[in-house]
């Protein structure tokens, strides 16, 4: 079974611009979560999308957003990029389909996208 | 809300002695918590979780954790450090069984070393 996949792997970017990154779930995974990493601020929760809705959205600016499709793989964009946006972007999938007790699975994450703001 | 901390950002063993990572956490409902490591240019692969339970948890290549509730803790151990043990820990807490069980909070992350 393949693992999450996250494209591009790597990204150049100058201030002021956007960029949209791609995040494929494992096959039959309908949840997709996004998280941001930088040494300053560690591992941060951006937003979960299922079934194509957001459901949870962490505390981040309007410039990030986030959209899933139909067959679960999903994007996030960020627009007017600043150089603190500089981060590894990861991606993660789960088949869990609600939040309950009994029903927690494991997040499988990707190997994320390295983004660089110039 | 939850929160974790993670005690000492860097940990170095010798290979084959005991590792322990420290974390505490703070939660308002039940908590999920986790251990996760990443290795360069990689991604976060689960080593273990608690859910509910048997509060001492076995995970991946010999890792266990395990929960204590008066001490709001879950640091984890392993009898043996092995050089392929090097790379960063992070503890991480959802909130139980709400809606937002799959919005982790991570700790700042421990980087352990295994020296020879």
């Known amino acids: 079974k393949a693992g999450v996949t996250q494209t591009p792997r790597y990204l150049i970017k100058t201030r002021g611009q956007q960029v949209t990154l791609s995040c494929s779930p494992i096959s039959g995974h309908r949840s997709v979560s996004w998280y941001q990493q930088t040494p300053g601020q560690g591992l941060q929760f951006l937003f979960e999308y299922f079934s194509e809705t957001q459901r949870n959205k962490g505390n981040f600016p309007g410039r990030f957003s986030g959209r899933q499709f139909s067959n679960s793989r999903s994007e996030m964009n960020v627009s007017t990029l600043e150089l603190g946006d500089s981060a590894l972007y990861l991606c993660a999938s789960t088949s869990s389909a609600s939040g309950g007790l009994s029903s927690y699975n494991e997040q499988f994450f990707g190997p994320g996208t390295r983004l660089t703001v110039l | 809300a939850q929160s974790v901390t993670q005690l000492g950002s860097h940990v170095s063993v010798s290979e084959g002695a005991l590792v322990l990572l420290r974390c505490n956490y703070s939660s308002s409902v039940p908590p999920y918590l986790f251990w996760y490591v990443q290795y360069p240019n990689q991604g976060l692969q689960l080593l273990l979780k608690?859910?509910?339970?048997?509060?001492l948890v076995k995970g991946i290549n010999g890792f266990e954790a395990e929960f204590k509730k008066s001490e709001t803790s879950f640091h984890l151990t392993k009898p043996s450090a092995h050089m392929s043990d090097a790379a960063e820990y992070f503890c991480?807490?959802?909130?139980?069984?709400?809606?937002?069980?799959?919005?982790?909070?991570f700790g700042s992350g421990t980087q352990l070393t295994v020296l020879p």
């Open positions: 608690y859910t509910t339970g048997a509060t």
């Open positions: 991480a807490v959802s909130a139980g069984s709400s809606g937002s069980a799959r919005q982790l909070t």
